[in-house]
């Protein structure tokens, strides 16, 4: 991925198309940032699974940030935000939809004999081994609870 990443640099370099460089440069550096250990992190190797963590929390980031820039009015910050969002989708997984995802969990609970919800710190560890980047956790938690109540 990262290969992938470096060479989208140079043809975004190549091609003149400012938004997607200054976007993939932040990529870069949030990588470098974490092997290097910045931020109080250990530093570390950066495999594939790390590269899409950090473009999750980037995207994640962009989001909140969309939301408090169109609550103050600034809605041309909010628009560039928005178009890193969709810079930073195309090095993603492509996202479970609700019916895969509450396919998915409802497989998981049966296969572990998840009974209560005392079992949901184990499924839900389960999940983000098996699904990391493939689905939004913040939902899937919602669907086990009702499941496991």
Do not use: H, W
């Amino acid at each position: 991925m990262r290969d992938r990443i470096n060479q989208d640099v140079k043809n975004a370099m190549k091609s003149g198309e400012k938004a997607r460089l200054t976007t993939l440069r932040l990529i870069t550096a949030a990588i470098k940032d974490r092997e290097l250990g910045v931020g109080g992190q250990p530093p570390t190797e950066v495999g594939d699974a790390e590269v899409v963590a950090i473009l999750q929390k980037m995207v994640k980031q962009r989001r909140e940030s969309i939301a408090t820039y169109e609550k103050a009015g600034r809605n041309e910050l909010a628009d560039q935000e928005k178009a890193e969002i969709v810079i930073l989708e195309t090095y993603l997984p492509k996202q479970m939809d609700e019916a895969a995802m509450k396919s998915a969990v409802a497989a998981l609970v049966a296969e572990l004999g998840a009974s209560g919800p005392k079992d949901m710190g184990r499924v839900m560890g389960a999940l983000k081994e098996r699904f990391a980047g493939q689905m939004d956790f913040g939902k899937a938690s919602g669907v086990l609870k009702e499941l496991l109540k």
